[in-house]
C-alpha cells in the first residue's frame, strides 16, 4: 500500500509499504477512505518535535472502514464506517474511565509514564504507524473506534478524528463562559476551531493573533478580531481594545513552532533573539533541515509567553499547542496575576460523543475549515502548501488513490 513515510528531518517520502496486520485480538485493521495533515506532522518534520524513527508512517488523523478485527472486537465489524481518535486509550484503565484517555495507564507499551499513545509519533508515543496510508492497525478497537452516523459526510468526520475535539478541549481547558473575552493565538486549523468552540461556549468577543493574512481573514470571516503581530504589537493592542484589561480567557494554538515579530511594533531586540535561539538548541537538539521547505517557527516560547502576558488578571490560559522540550515560563506573572494555566494533549475519545452531537446538530460545521482535497501521492506537495501557509491551504484531506481490495 502507499503511505506517508518520514525519512528524517526535512525528509518525507511516498513509499510502498507492507498492510499491516493484526497483532493483538483487540486490534482492527481499518481501510482508511481519507486522512489529514495536522500541525504537529509539521513539527516533526521540522525537527521541533524530534525522536520519529525513519521509516515511520506519519498521520494520526483518519476515518475509514473497517476491514478486519481482532478475535476480542465484539462491537464492531468489517464494513463499518469509523473515525479514529488520534489519540489512543485501553478503554478500562482508571485514566480512560476518568476520560483521560491520552493519559492511559495501559496503551503504551513502555509504561505508564511514558506518555500519550497517538499514530504516527516518535517512539516515546508508542511506536505506532500512522493513518496517512491505505490502512491502518488500530490497538484497542473496542474502545479507539468511534461509528459514524449516516448523515455525518466524510468532510466533515475527518476533522472529528483530532482538530474539532481538540479544540473544544482548548476551550474548555480555557473556562469560557457566556460573554468572556477569548484571545486565540494561531489561527491554523487548531486556533480556527477554537474560535468556534469559544463561540459555541458563548464567549462575548474572540480576539485571533497570528501573522498570515489569508489565515487571519479566515479568522475574521468566523466573527473574531484579527490582531497581525508583523504589524501590530498583540499585547498593546489587546489592552486597548478590552478597556485595559486584557482578555480573560487565552488559548495557546501555536506550541513549538512559534515565530516572533519579524517587524512592526513587537518586533524584539538582539539579546531576546539569542534567547530564542538558545531555545531552539533544546527544542530542536537533532537539528532543523538546512533551507527550503520546513523551516521551524524560530522562538518557541513566543506564543507562550505572549498568552501569559496578555490575559486579564485572574484569568485562564488554555495550552494546546505542542511543547517538545522546557521553556522559560513566566512563573512570577501567573502567581502575581492569580492565573489558571491548564495544558494538555487532548482527550478525543472523551469528546467523541459530543462533537458528533455538534456536528450531527449542525451546531458546528467543520467541513467550512476543509480547504483541499488531494490524492495521498501529491501528500509531499500538499505538506510543504501546508507548511509554508499557502493562501487557501487551512486543512487538507488527503484520499487514497484508489480503493483497491485488500492484497490476501
Ligand atoms: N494538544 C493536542 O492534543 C494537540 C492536537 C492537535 C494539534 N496540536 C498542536 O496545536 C498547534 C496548532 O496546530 P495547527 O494544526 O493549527 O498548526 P499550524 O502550524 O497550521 O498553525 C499554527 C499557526 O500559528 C501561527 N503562529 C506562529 N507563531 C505565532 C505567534 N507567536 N503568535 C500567534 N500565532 C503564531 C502560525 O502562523 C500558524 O498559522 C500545534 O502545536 C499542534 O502540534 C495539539
Ligand atoms: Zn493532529
Ligand atoms: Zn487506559
Not at 465484539?74 to 479514529?84: A, L, P, Q
Not at 492497525?137 to 452516523?149: C, E, F, G, Q
Not at 458546528?364 to 482535497?373: N, Y
Given at each position: ?6 525519512q ?29 495533515i ?70 503504551n507499551?513502555?509504561?505508564p ?25 488500530v ?11 449516516a ?58 493573533i ?50 516572533t515579530?519579524?517587524?512592526?511594533l ?96 449542525g ?9 483541499q482535497?488531494q ?34
Amino acid at each position: 500500500m502507499k503511505a506517508v513515510v518520514f525519512q528524517g528531518i526535512g525528509d518525507i517520502s511516498i513509499e510502498n509499504v507492507p498492510e499491516p496486520k493484526i497483532k493483538a485480538p483487540t486490534d482492527a485493521i481499518v481501510r482508511i477512505t481519507a486522512s489529514a495533515i495536522c500541525g504537529t506532522d509539521l513539527h516533526f518534520v521540522r525537527g521541533t518535535l524530534p525522536g520519529v524513527k525513519k521509516g515511520r508512517i506519519l498521520g494520526h488523523e483518519a476515518i475509514g472502514i473497517v476491514e478486519e478485527t481482532g478475535a476480542a472486537v465484539r462491537n464492531f465489524r468489517k464494513g463499518d464506517r469509523v473515525v479514529i481518535p488520534s489519540t489512543v486509550g485501553c478503554g478500562s484503565c482508571v485514566y480512560c474511565r476518568s476520560g483521560y484517555h491520552s493519559q492511559c495507564n495501559v496503551a503504551n507499551p513502555q509504561g505508564p509514564s511514558a506518555g500519550t499513545v497517538f499514530f504516527g509519533g516518535p517512539e516515546k508515543a508508542g511506536g505506532l504507524d500512522g493513518l496517512q496510508a491505505e490502512y491502518a492497525r488500530v490497538p484497542y478497537a473496542s474502545a479507539n473506534l468511534v461509528r459514524l452516523p449516516a448523515e455525518i459526510t466524510d468532510d466533515q468526520a475527518i476533522l472529528m478524528s483530532d482538530i474539532l475535539p481538540t479544540s473544544y478541549m482548548a476551550a474548555v481547558m480555557a473556562e469560557i463562559k457566556p460573554s468572556d473575552t477569548a484571545a486565540i493565538y494561531g489561527c491554523g486549523p487548531v486556533g480556527l476551531f477554537a474560535i468556534a468552540c469559544a463561540q459555541h461556549l458563548g464567549a462575548g468577543r474572540v480576539f485571533a493573533i497570528d501573522n498570515v493574512e489569508s489565515r487571519l481573514e479566515m479568522a475574521r470571516s468566523h466573527g473574531a478580531e484579527i490582531i497581525h503581530f508583523d504589524r501590530e504589537d498583540p499585547l498593546a493592542v489587546l489592552k486597548d481594545l478590552t478597556s485595559g484589561s486584557g482578555p480573560d480567557r487565552v488559548i495557546d494554538a501555536v506550541g513549538t513552532d512559534a515565530a516572533t515579530a519579524s517587524k512592526g511594533l513587537a518586533k524584539i531586540g538582539k539579546d531576546e533573539n539569542k534567547e530564542f535561539q538558545q531555545e531552539m538548541k533544546k527544542v530542536a537538539p537533532e537539528g532543523t533541515p538546512a533551507g527550503g521547505s520546513f523551516q521551524p517557527g524560530g522562538a518557541p516560547s513566543q506564543a507562550l509567553q505572549w498568552a501569559i502576558e496578555s490575559v486579564a488578571k485572574g484569568g485562564t490560559v488554555s495550552v494546546i499547542g505542542v511543547y517538545s522540550a522546557p521553556l522559560p515560563f513566566p512563573i512570577d506573572q501567573v502567581v502575581e496575576k492569580n492565573l489558571t494555566v491548564k495544558a494538555g494533549n487532548c482527550n478525543h475519545r472523551r469528546y467523541m460523543p459530543k462533537m458528533l452531537e455538534l456536528v450531527r446538530s449542525g451546531i458546528i460545521r467543520p467541513e467550512q475549515f476543509l480547504t483541499q482535497t488531494q490524492p495521498i501521492v501529491s501528500a509531499i506537495d500538499a505538506y510543504r502548501a501546508f507548511d509554508r501557509h499557502q493562501p487557501g491551504w487551512i486543512k487538507v484531506k488527503l484520499e487514497p488513490s484508489q480503493h483497491q481490495r485488500r492484497a490476501a
